[in-house]
């Protein structure tokens, strides 16, 4: 469903450290990547800090991608390199306030890319709230890896959040459920849909700036 909406990455939520409907077991992961096309990222994201699980997992599941939340140690991203040759790797930022674009510069030094995101007082992801965008944005600014916006993305704010950020890509999960938890078709299409709009409103008025600057 998301793939023929034209989702370019799925994740699949693996070692969590609160229970959640969203998370999956190892096998049924594997079962859908193993079916997904080319050209699509499968995107493991955890929480768990150890690496010799992420690496085992990643491997099960046949992850091409690792999105890493919580306590993983910087130390161990080039061994995870080694052993996943190829694999590529985003770190979860979260947005606290103006010292969150410091951290985010220098996590960034080690990844791949990073993912911005909101945290709870009992969640570190999937808290369906947004955060200041004006600290995302400056984030942006400052970071020369790609930059993944997450946090309370909707239908209805995805436009806004693109072109005041201006990030790399976007990443959602429950701006597009049901109230029961359950992913809505029509969510997912407006999402994507209002998503490429708005990306090509921000690169046609990047190409417009520029033209202006020379």
Same mark, same amino acid.
């Given at each position: ?7 370019? +990455?799925? #994740?699949f939520l693996i070692g969590l450290r609160y229970a959640t409907d ?5 096998? $049924? ?9 080319? @050209?699509?990222?499968? *995107? @493991? *994201?955890?929480?768990? %800090? ?5 690496? &085992?997992?990643?491997?099960?599941? +046949?992850?091409?991608?690792? /999105?890493?939340? %919580?306590? =993983? ?5 080039? /061994?995870l390199r080694k052993e996943l040759s190829g694999i590529k790797l985003?770190?979860? *930022?979260?947005? $606290? ?27 570190? #992801? %999937?808290?369906? /709230? ?18 993944? @916006?997450? #946090? %309370? @993305?909707?239908? !209805?704010?995805? $436009? &806004? ?13 429950? +701006?597009? !459920? ?7 078709? &029509?969510?997912?299409?407006? =999402?994507?849909? $209002?998503?490429?709009?708005? =990306? ?11 033209? *202006?600057? /020379?």
């Amino acid at each position: 469903m998301a793939i023929s909406s034209g989702a370019d +990455g799925l #994740g699949f939520l693996i070692g969590l450290r609160y229970a959640t409907d969203d998370e999956i077991n190892i096998p $049924r992961a594997a079962e859908i990547i193993a079916a997904t096309p080319p @050209l699509v990222a499968n *995107v @493991l *994201v955890t929480h768990r %800090g150890d690496m010799e699980w992420v690496i &085992e997992t990643a491997k099960a599941i +046949g992850a091409n991608t690792i /999105q890493l939340h %919580g306590d =993983f140690s910087v130390r161990d991203v080039p /061994q995870l390199r080694k052993e996943l040759s190829g694999i590529k790797l985003i770190k979860a *930022v979260h947005v $606290r306030g103006p010292e969150s674009i410091n951290e985010a510069a220098e996590t960034a030094k080690s990844y791949d890319a990073i993912l911005i995101d909101t945290e709870t007082p009992t969640r570190i #992801g %999937g808290t369906g /709230q947004t955060h200041d965008w004006s600290i995302s944005a400056r984030i942006v600014e400052s970071t020369r890896r790609p930059v993944i @916006l997450a #946090g %309370g @993305l909707t239908p !209805e704010n995805v $436009r &806004e959040a693109i072109l005041t950020v201006k990030p790399y890509a976007v990443d959602v999960n429950s +701006g597009v !459920e049901y109230p029961d938890g359950k992913k809505s078709p &029509e969510r997912i299409r407006a =999402f994507i849909l $209002r998503a490429r709009h708005a =990306f090509e409103e921000l690169a046609t008025s990047l190409i417009d700036a520029d033209s *202006v600057t /020379q």
